[in-house]
């Protein structure tokens, strides 16, 4: 402290004591103050050379012009454009050889997994299995409403998906929903039930279902024969499924399950395609300017749907 701090009954006093202690008025060391005033001198250099004060519609550029922004896309730049060869090989091979290409097929995993964080994860968890009773699809079993091969994902994602199941609360009695429910419930532990079976056609679940209950792919319908469910095997849940039904507009009940479209341009182009397909044409014939008009939505472009869907067919669960 100060040269006479020995004498503590040489230096002034605040006039503050407490239990025989008193508040001496000493300065405070050298060290300190020089401490100070340097931090003082540091912040006004950081002033001058950084960003620093707030405008009205911007900020203060500082002399050396430094943002985080700016700094994050120099690396970004970077990033992409090591990434670029590789994106632009795999943009140009069919799924078939990025598989059989380990150092491409590499690359799709690797450069997927932010893409699957950012896009994906909120719903279908970060290693493609939900929390138990989400609700949402796990993606690392063999169970695909609407097909697990490389090209039905692909179309997954692009389209995105909407399934649809009526509520039957005013169509069937309490005796008829409590029969379908133990049907739902049997099938799944590989019991036959024949009255439920029975009924399970006469009330036109056959439709949706399959004459075996198994589902059918094109309309994304449930399997009712394996132990998978989409929203819960309890009977009381599976009870409010078969009443208020899914995505059911006429139900403030209905269960909601919807996955976003990724990109509306690559979900015609697909469609289009498997069309000329089937119509024994070439796809590569297409003329595109009579399907496109150019205010299509694209939030994933279709290099990078086409790095997701090998990201999604490799957790184990695809065909």
Not at 195 to 210: E, I, R, S, W
């Amino acid at each position: 402290m100060e040269e006479n701090k020995n004498k503590p009954t040489q230096v002034e006093d605040t006039g503050h004591e407490w239990d025989g202690i008193r508040e001496l008025d000493n300065p405070p060391p050298r060290w300190w103050l020089n401490a100070l005033y340097l931090s003082g001198l540091i912040v006004v250099v950081y002033f001058v050379l950084y960003p620093s004060l707030p405008l009205v519609d911007d900020s203060t550029k500082g002399l050396l012009g430094w943002t985080q922004i700016s700094e994050y896309k120099e690396d970004l730049a970077k990033v992409e454009a090591k990434r670029a060869p590789f994106d632009d090989k795999l943009a140009t091979m069919s799924f078939n050889e990025i598989l059989k290409d380990q150092e491409m097929l590499n690359y799709a995993i690797g450069s997927s997994k932010v893409l699957y964080g950012d896009n994906c994860a909120a719903c279908h968890g970060v290693g493609g299995a939900p929390a138990k009773g989400a609700g949402y699809p796990v993606l690392t079993d063999d169970d695909w409403l609407y097909g697990g091969t490389v090209e039905d994902i692909q179309v997954s994602i692009a389209k995105g998906r909407q399934g649809y199941m009526p509520a039957h609360e005013k169509l069937l009695k309490t005796e008829e929903v409590d029969q379908l429910v133990k049907f739902a419930i049997d099938s799944s532990n590989g019991v036959m039930n024949k009255a439920g079976m029975a009924l399970f056609n006469a009330k036109g679940c056959v439709a949706c279902h399959g004459a075996d209950a198994k589902g059918i792919k094109a309309m994304g319908s449930a399997n009712l024969t394996d132990k998978i469910w989409r929203f819960s095997g309890d009977e009381d849940q599976v009870r409010l499924t078969i009443l208020h039904g899914v995505n059911d507009a006429t139900d403030k009940l209905t269960r909601v399950a919807v996955m976003p479209q990724w990109s509306e341009k690559l979900s015609i182009m697909l469609q289009a395609r498997a069309y000329a397909i089937a119509d024994g044409e070439d796809p590569n014939d297409i003329d595109w300017s009579d399907e496109l008009d150019g205010s299509e939505s694209e939030r994933l472009s279709e290099t990078d749907i086409k790095k997701l869907t090998i990201y999604v067919h490799q957790f184990g669960g695809g065909e």
